[in-house]
């Protein structure tokens, strides 16, 4: 070795420097872990597992960030376990297998195999089925990590054989701890460079975080690039929003958010909370989801929520989807926000929606029984003398309009489906429903 080399030391601290601040602070102890204090408090499920040395395989669930690889390996080191990791992207099924089968083989003596699979969603429910026989015998402990609902996602067989753990978004206080550990360490941080933080500035970085702590972290690395510029090597509210740039939006247009940002939308529109359901329809559009998807719920909004209450509805939602259409985004999304105000804010009534339920149910549990004759279509002499159309009456011929003609099938004869109710103008049409019933009331009376 020359003079002119680099020690080892000196080596490895570059390395360190050169490795992406996220990685450099990620935990290695439980104490050193922030957040999932639902899990990992004292005498909480997966401290205890821990704690305990439990053999069972796990499935973490949670958002990005929240983590799930972090706790794997914490979890490798507590229990000096071999530490494997694949992801269900870079990897395929059979590279897994040959792992698998070779931990078997050491398991033989006394040698313990972690085997994590990150995005395990990612393989098919068949690929899954690989890992049954050797979670099965203790071969692995398998640990995999998903940001999709394991329910839907994992095999049947596989889920029952894990524990699964729900790991949450991290709160804000959680990212600026983070944070502020990152800015103090020496060693890992960014101590040494003497860069420092504004509080405004870790707060803004950790509400665009949206709870994910490897985001913030990033987000942190590039502002002490930038703060190192500075004469005063400090990161400010600006240089912070500099960093940021724009926030990125936690949203997976084929998984969970997908559905849970609309079903959001939905829920408020039905709950006339015009607010609510503009932001949750802001957040869809810029998170880049079809906004002809979203015009289609509003349209099923209408129907579904509105109804008969505010019927004008229908056709505004059809006219903000052509608008949507025609103009695209960003013009077109207005028409969209100003359908969903228009849902929050009308009268509302399921009451179609409630007695077409009805119907469908009926129709299921019922015999498909013909058509009363009197209702039949009589086109031939035949049919006329077979009673086709017997005993039917023009309603226009008749008093009021109305006949005294049972028109559903036998067995259902005088059902009610259709409860109106006096929301709008589904008040009017209940008071009519009234008057009609009168009408039939007052001919059976004559009879």
């Not at 020690?7 to 999932?36: D, K, N, W, Y």
């Not at 932001?279 to 109804?307: N, S, T």
Request: hydrophobic share 45%; aromatic share 6%.
């Amino acid at each position: 070795m020359s003079l002119f080399d680099a020690s080892p030391i000196a080596a490895a601290a570059s390395t360190l420097r050169q490795t992406p601040l996220a990685e450099r602070m990620r935990p290695h102890t439980l104490e050193e872990f922030v957040g999932q204090q639902h899990l990992l408090g004292p005498a909480k499920p997966l401290h205890l597992a821990i704690q305990n040395d439990d053999p069972n395989s796990m499935i973490f669930w949670g958002p990005p960030g929240t983590g799930k690889t972090t706790l794997a390996k914490i979890v490798a080191t507590l229990t000096h376990a071999t530490f494997i990791e694949f992801s269900a992207v870079m990897s395929g099924i059979k590279e897994i297998k040959q792992v698998m089968v070779a931990a078997e083989k050491a398991a033989d003596f006394q040698s313990r195999t972690i085997l994590f699979i990150d995005e395990i969603h990612r393989f098919n429910k068949a690929q899954q089925d690989a890992f049954l026989p050797y979670v099965e015998r203790g071969a692995i402990r398998l640990i995999g990590a998903t940001t999709e609902n394991p329910s839907f996602e994992l095999n049947a067989a596989l889920l029952s054989r894990c524990r699964v753990y729900t790991l949450q978004a991290l709160t804000e206080a959680d990212i600026i701890k983070l944070l502020h550990r990152a800015l103090n360490d020496r060693e890992r941080g960014l101590r040494a460079t003497g860069i420092a933080a504004d509080e405004d500035a870790l707060a803004t970085i950790a509400s665009y975080a949206s709870g994910d702590a490897r985001n913030a972290l990033n987000a942190l690395d590039v502002a002490a690039t930038l703060a190192a510029e500075q004469a005063d090597r400090r990161i400010t509210k600006e240089i912070a929003a500099e960093a940021l740039q724009r926030r990125v939006l936690l949203y997976d247009k084929q998984g969970e958010q997908h559905y849970d940002i609309i079903s959001a939308l939905h829920k408020s529109v039905r709950n006339s909370d015009a607010d609510a359901a503009l932001y949750w329809l802001g957040r869809m559009l810029q998170a880049g989801e079809d906004p002809m998807y979203v015009a289609r719920r509003i349209v099923r909004m209408a129907v579904e929520d509105i109804g008969l209450a505010a019927p004008e509805a229908l056709n505004l939602c059809l006219s903000a989807r052509d608008a949507m259409h025609f103009l695209g985004s960003p013009e077109g999304d207005l028409a969209l926000a100003q359908a969903v105000v228009y849902l929050a804010l009308a009268p509302k009534s399921n009451a179609v929606y409630t007695a077409y339920g009805s119907i469908l149910g009926d129709i299921e549990a019922t015999a498909a029984e013909p058509v009363p004759l009197h209702l039949r279509n009589t086109p031939t002499k035949l049919m006329k003398s077979l009673d086709y159309g017997r005993d039917y009456q023009y309603a226009h011929d008749v008093e009021g309009r109305v006949a005294d003609m049972e028109c559903l099938p036998p067995s259902l004869a005088n059902r009610r489906y259709y409860h109106p109710t006096q929301e709008g103008r589904e008040k009017a049409l209940a008071q009519r429903m009234e008057e009609i019933t009168r009408i039939r009331q007052s001919k059976r009376d004559q009879r």
